[in-house]
């Protein structure tokens, strides 16, 4: 597309044409260069108008939307069954049931997961932490500390030896693999 070929248009109207010829393509070119110079300025004062009022068409509909606020999610309050410290009880399960329940209520700040944690202690668990916390103010600051002081407390020391011990102990027996599935 030539300058030369409409000299008669200003330079937004021919701006105008290429925004034309990239929309409709050459045969649009074509049509307009085979009409008198008059004919052109009215197609191009068309498009124009046409283009303006779908422009503030396309803004008057994003306004509302940039005033909405994104959704939030919602909390979802679970249920975790107090850990103990009792003989027997899994205190890693306890830790991930306890994340699962901080992450579904939306908890994030470390002080809230560890309030959160504490209250869903029992028994000698929660005796524990009582103590610790009066002896030691501010000794469970983080998630992650109060994890590791759980593990210390109510662990045994060789606690992921044996249970490595366990797992290399263990053996497939006389049976397939999937019929153990």
Known sequence: MDRGEFPHLTASQFESVRKMVGIFGGDALRS????TPAKQVE???????????LIAHVQ???APVAEMKPAQPKPLRLKVNPYEGTE???????VREVELAMDA???STERLRVAFALSNLGGRAKAWANTREATTPG???TWAQLCQ?????FLPANYEYRQRSRFLACKQGKRELHEYI
């Open 32 to 35: 307009l260069a085979a009409t």
């Open 43 to 53: 197609c191009i004062e068309a498009f124009d108008t046409y283009e303006r009022g």
């Open 139 to 141: 000794c469970f600051t």
């Open 105 to 107: 209520a939306l908890i």
């Open 88 to 94: 027997g009880e899994n205190l890693h399960f306890w």
């Open 60 to 62: 008057g509909l994003q």
């Open 149 to 153: 002081q759980h593990r210390t407390a």
